[in-house]
């Protein structure tokens, strides 16, 4: 159990366009799902906090009208980069929260050119 | 504000010997850890976790061992395997359920 995928499972867009990328728990409800991005040989660092039904909340430097997160249920949150531009491009990861441990979705490799 | 940080970035290490991971926090206050593996173009994955009352915790051939008194963690793998080979994170949680990530160590296992 406690299974997350993500979709899709990379990203290939030019610059400007917008790009969505969902996160799913499918066997599990998540009331919580964190977004982390990873760019090449470094470090997880953390995004945003995705609620269902309210806000997320985003970490310090990370501009939220760029990432817009959406929570719309307890199995599904979304990631949308909007206007992307190459320094964009990285490995976005998500993670569902169940009992207070997360579990980890396979990532999202976005490259934007 | 707080980090956790690793002291190694690359670990090679012969097939069949014990590899040793380390990490440094820097929040005393910090009482829970996890080890994650991280194998190319995928997500992490959970190895083990420990918390602040325990000092060692042993699983299937991993050992975490937790010093407060330094602020180190540490994953000891047993007979290394190739499919150990990977990119190992510690990561501390802190409030709201968040977890804080170290900077990574690779482990490259020789034949």
């Known amino acids: 159990g406690a299974v997350v995928s993500q979709h899709p499972s990379w990203v290939i867009c030019k610059s400007g366009t917008s790009v969505k990328i969902e996160c799913r728990s499918l066997d599990f409800q998540a009331t919580t799902m964190f977004w982390y991005r990873q760019f090449p040989k470094q470090s997880l660092m953390l995004m945003a906090t995705s609620n269902e039904g309210s806000k997320a909340t985003y970490e310090q430097g990370v501009e939220k009208d760029k990432f817009l997160i959406n929570h719309a249920s307890l199995t599904l949150s979304t990631l949308t980069v909007t206007s992307a531009h190459p320094e964009d491009s990285s490995f976005y990861i998500c993670?569902?929260?169940?009992?207070?441990?997360?579990?980890f979705g396979p990532g999202t490799r976005l490259t934007v050119l | 504000g707080e980090s956790v940080g690793l002291h190694l970035p690359t670990l090679s290490v012969q097939e069949g010997d014990n590899s040793i991971i380390n990490c440094a926090y820097s929040?005393?206050?910090?009482?829970?850890f996890i080890w994650y593996k991280q194998e190319s173009g995928k997500g992490p994955q959970f190895i083990i976790d420990?918390?602040?009352?325990?000092d060692k915790r042993q699983g299937q051939r991993v050992t975490v061992l937790l010093n407060k008194t330094v602020k180190h963690l540490s994953l000891q793998i047993a007979a290394t395997q190739p499919g150990d080979s990977a990119v190992y994170f510690c990561a501390e949680l802190a409030a709201g359920n968040k977890l804080t990530f170290g900077g990574g160590t690779r482990v490259l296992v020789k034949p």
């Open positions: 993670s569902a929260s169940r009992s207070n441990e997360q579990f």
């Open positions: 929040n005393s206050a910090s009482d829970y």
């Open positions: 420990i918390r602040s009352n325990m």
